[in-house]
């Protein structure tokens, strides 16, 4: 599901792994079906620690890297 979009709400502001918006584009490679930020191209989460993050932030119209 891609929702064009002219600007997030969320740009910039820190989001959970279930938050949602109308501007989600899916991962390329998500094996995860919700439409939420957790799958989201633009959400960035910090995913080099050794514990799951509950937070990141939302760097629309920035992909992050997959």
Known sequence: MEESCSECRLKNQEITRF?????????????????????CQYAHYDLEKNTLPEKGVCCYPKKQPL
């Open 19 to 39: 938050t949602s918006c109308p501007c989600f584009v899916q991962r390329k490679y998500s094996l995860g079906g919700d439409i939420i930020c957790w799958f």
